[in-house]
């Protein structure tokens, strides 16, 4: 049983069947936010149940047909998946607590990404690149800071608004990074300093391409060893087996050749 399980378990249309069963939730949530008859609500009740009985199957499925049970809540998205699921079998939605109901059905959405193993793997690497990030943000925060003392004492006379203390400057800032509207922000100063499109220009360059490239360089150095660490777990052979068994094979052929 534990092994059929474990088949159906790892079953491509299996998976497939969970990811479209969590879509349907997404959109029964959704359906929620709007006026509906009342049979209609009623018909979405039953099914959110239904949605929520399956969840509890699939989850029920997966524990039994793991190999090491006694390390099944050892894994994050497994205790995540069981708690999700469980706190949306409690009938809270006419007590005090029925806003965390409602925000426990908004996170079964999250699901998904513990489902597909290739969301996984990239939830993976962007939380294995924060401590990377930081010091690009930190970097970010002295050019953003540097740039904003510039723009207050040139620029706060022209307008006070956006200009009008260092704080008010780096969110002018990151309106220009953002490219919202910034040509109006450039001309306005323009219209005094005529070469102030150095700075906006400069500034758009510093922050939001070259920091741009250097946290995409970062995100995917990580999925890289995300990907290489995935596929050792397989049983894959790395490059590194690789060129062993290689040098082998050339040593064996210079053995037989002599």
């Known amino acids: 049983m534990q092994t059929r399980l474990y088949t159906l378990r790892s079953n491509k249309v299996f998976e497939l069947f969970v990811v479209s069963i969590i879509l349907l939730s997404a959109l029964v949530i959704g359906a929620k936010t709007y006026n509906m008859p009342a049979q209609l609500i009623n018909f979405i009740g039953y099914l959110d149940l239904g949605i929520t009985v399956f969840f509890l199957i699939e989850i029920s499925i997966r524990f039994a047909g793991d190999p090491v049970k006694s390390r099944f809540f050892l894994n994050g998205w497994n205790l995540f998946d069981t708690i999700i699921v469980v706190v949306s079998l409690i009938p809270i939605e006419d007590s005090e607590l029925a806003l965390v109901g409602r925000l426990i059905r908004i996170f079964r959405v999250l699901r ?35 740039y904003a003392a510039v723009g207050t004492t040139f620029f706060s006379t022209i307008n006070s608004v956006l200009w009008g203390d260092i704080a008010i400057s780096m969110l002018t800032l990151f309106r220009v990074m953002t490219f919202e509207d910034w040509t109006d922000v450039m001309y306005e100063v323009m219209a005094v300093y005529g070469y102030a499109w150095v700075f906006f220009l400069s500034f758009i360059f510093l922050t939001t391409f070259a920091f741009l490239n250097m946290v995409i360089g970062i995100v995917v150095n990580v999925m890289e060893n995300e990907n290489a660490a995935e596929r050792l777990a397989e049983g894959e052979p790395s490059m590194t087996d690789l060129r062993a068994e290689l040098a082998e094979i050339k040593a064996l052929l210079k053995h037989r050749d002599g």
């Open 112 to 146: 998904m990404v513990s489902v597909v193993p290739e969301l996984r793997i990239l939830l993976n690497s962007l939380i294995k690149a924060l401590p990377q990030l930081g010091y690009v943000l930190m970097l970010m925060f002295i050019i953003f800071y540097i």
